[in-house]
C-alpha cells in the first residue's frame, strides 16, 4: 500500500515557475514508477510526465516536453515536477500516482496502483 501526497500547487502568472511535491509512504517507493498527471475543468485527466523507478528514465507529453522536468528522491520517497514557462492552458489540478510497470503504456491512467488527492496550479494571463 502507498499513500500519496501532492503540494506545492498555487497561483501563478503566465511565464513563472512552480515545483510540485509527491510524498509518498512506506518502504517501497524505489519499486514504484512515478508519475504526473492533470485534470482541467471538464476534461479528462491526462498524462504530464513519468519516471522510472530509478530515475534513469523520463518520459513527458508533448505539450509539456522542454518546460517541465520530473525526478525524484528514493532516499526522501518524493516524486517532484519542475514547471518553467507556464502558460494559461497549464491551469489544472495536477495528481501524482504509482505503479509498478514502466513502459509503452506508462501514459494511461488504468497502469497506474496509486493515486494522490491532488494539488491545484493556476496560471494567470
Known amino acids: 500500500q502507498v499513500q500519496l501526497v501532492e503540494s506545492g500547487g498555487g497561483l501563478v502568472q503566465a511565464g513563472g515557475s512552480l515545483r510540485l511535491s509527491c510524498a509518498a509512504s512506506g518502504r517501497t517507493f524505489s519499486s514504484y514508477a512515478m508519475a504526473w498527471f492533470r485534470q482541467a475543468p471538464g476534461k479528462e485527466r491526462v498524462f504530464v510526465a513519468a519516471?522510472?523507478?530509478?530515475?534513469?528514465?523520463?518520459f513527458y507529453a508533448d505539450s509539456v516536453k522542454g518546460r517541465f522536468t520530473i525526478s525524484r528522491d528514493n532516499a526522501k520517497n518524493t516524486v517532484y515536477l519542475r514547471m518553467n514557462s507556464l502558460k494559461p492552458e497549464d491551469t489544472a489540478v495536477y495528481y501524482c500516482a504509482a505503479s509498478t510497470y514502466y513502459g509503452g503504456s506508462i501514459h494511461y491512467t488504468s497502469r497506474y496502483d496509486y493515486w494522490g488527492q491532488g494539488t491545484q496550479v493556476t496560471v494567470s494571463s
Open positions: 519516471i522510472n523507478w530509478s530515475g534513469s528514465a523520463t
